[in-house]
């Protein structure tokens, strides 16, 4: 089964700071790190009519549940960086996840 996670992926958690202006600065911090099977499942376009559309992928990753693992979090696999828009606890079986992501934009 271990043979199917296959890529080293780092779950995290946006944490936001004010600055010394009385601006608010974001980072992100490490939640988990985690092996998945990523597959990615679509790609669309999105925007205004008046604004050039912009191109959306869609992905899946199974990974092992984690605790700590929620919706709005970023996963970040190879150098690309996902969001987490939604999590499913128990698929595709008891003691995993699948997480639902969209690419954000580089």
Same mark, same amino acid.
């Given at each position: 089964?271990?043979?199917?996670? @296959?890529?080293?992926?780092?779950?995290?958690?946006?944490?936001?700071?004010?600055?010394?202006? /009385? /601006?608010?600065?974001?980072? $992100?911090?490490? &939640?988990?790190?985690?092996?998945?099977?990523?597959? &990615?499942?679509g790609g669309?376009?999105? %925007?205004?009519?008046?604004?050039?559309?912009?191109?959306?992928?869609?992905?899946?990753?199974?990974? @092992?549940?984690?605790?700590?693992?929620?919706?709005?979090?970023?996963?970040?696999? %190879? %150098?690309?960086? $996902?969001? &987490? &828009?939604?999590?499913?606890? %128990?698929?595709?079986?008891?003691?995993?996840?699948?997480?639902?992501?969209?690419?954000?934009?580089?």
């Amino acid at each position: 089964m271990i043979g199917r996670l @296959r890529r080293l992926a780092v779950l995290e958690s946006a944490v936001e700071a004010e600055t010394a202006f /009385g /601006g608010r600065a974001r980072s $992100w911090s490490e &939640v988990a790190s985690l092996w998945v099977d990523l597959r &990615v499942v679509g790609g669309s376009e999105r %925007g205004e009519a008046d604004q050039r559309p912009v191109l959306g992928e869609s992905a899946r990753a199974e990974a @092992r549940d984690h605790l700590l693992a929620a919706a709005g979090q970023r996963l970040s696999v %190879g %150098g690309d960086n $996902w969001r &987490v &828009v939604r999590l499913v606890r %128990g698929a595709p079986k008891l003691g995993r996840m699948t997480l639902h992501l969209e690419k954000e934009p580089s």
